[in-house]
């Protein structure tokens, strides 16, 4: 595989209901993070993973965001109760580690509209 | 707390040079990026300098740091339609994620 590939690349839901975003991270790529970019801003940081772990989570913002990454490749990121304010591109990247030498290579995105 | 600001727009024509600029707030990024985003593609990186550095020049692009006033700005030589999109500016601190400035829109007249 090339790149960073995200699925769906576009997902329209109802207000309330349950979404989940796949991120397939460069092969090889222990580090992996998850942003959200609204329209007119730049992307902002949710949570990255060091292999398996999250390492940082502290950009969700609230409890009905979640993010998995079970056997330190593919991620998951997860949103219950879907508010019209969560719609925007959920953005992911990977990168060989955490230093800051190691590029982050960003996926094209899925472009959520909760209706 | 981190912020990264940037002008909205820039309009220029073809052939003419480009400057984006670009301030920060946090004194302890040491890394400073420039990323490029076309309609429909990720976040490309262009480029990126240590904070230790005051310029790094790579092919057309020039990347100036000035760390007394947080400022950094990128310039495109002989600017062409082909590099209309939105730059991005973005920090990073040690193993932390990236924090990006809400970009500027460059238009490339013909």
């Known amino acids: 595989g090339a790149g960073v590939s995200q699925t769906p690349s576009n997902k329209v839901t109802e207000k309330g209901k349950y979404v989940e975003l796949r991120c397939d991270p460069i092969?090889?790529?222990?580090?992996l993070y998850w942003y959200r970019q609204s329209l007119g801003q730049g992307p902002e940081f949710l949570i990255y993973?060091?292999?398996?772990?999250?390492?940082?989570d502290s950009g969700l913002p609230n409890d009905r965001f979640f993010a998995v990454r079970p056997e330190g490749s593919v991620s998951t990121l997860k949103i219950q109760r879907t508010e019209r304010g969560d719609s925007a591109v959920y953005l992911c990247?990977?990168?060989?580690?955490?230093?800051?030498?190691?590029?982050?290579?960003f996926g094209p995105g899925t472009r959520l509209t909760v209706l | 707390g981190e912020d990264v600001e940037q002008s909205l727009f820039l309009s220029v024509r073809e052939g003419d040079s480009s400057v984006i600029n670009c301030t920060y707030t946090?004194?302890?990024?040491?890394?400073l990026y420039w990323y490029k985003q076309e309609p429909g593609a990720g976040l490309q990186l262009l480029t990126y300098i240590f904070s230790n550095m005051d310029m790094k020049q790579d092919q057309r692009l020039t990347v100036l740091l000035n760390k007394k006033d947080k400022h950094l700005s990128l310039r495109i030589a002989d600017t062409q339609t082909g590099d209309s999109a939105i730059y991005f500016c973005a920090e990073k601190e040690g193993r932390r994620a990236l924090t990006f400035g809400s970009g500027t829109r460059l238009q490339v007249q013909p």
């Open positions: 092969s090889g790529h222990t580090a």
């Open positions: 946090d004194s302890s990024s040491t890394y």
């Open positions: 993973f060091q292999g398996t772990g999250a390492a940082d």
């Open positions: 990247a990977s990168s060989l580690g955490l230093a800051e030498n190691n590029e982050q290579f």
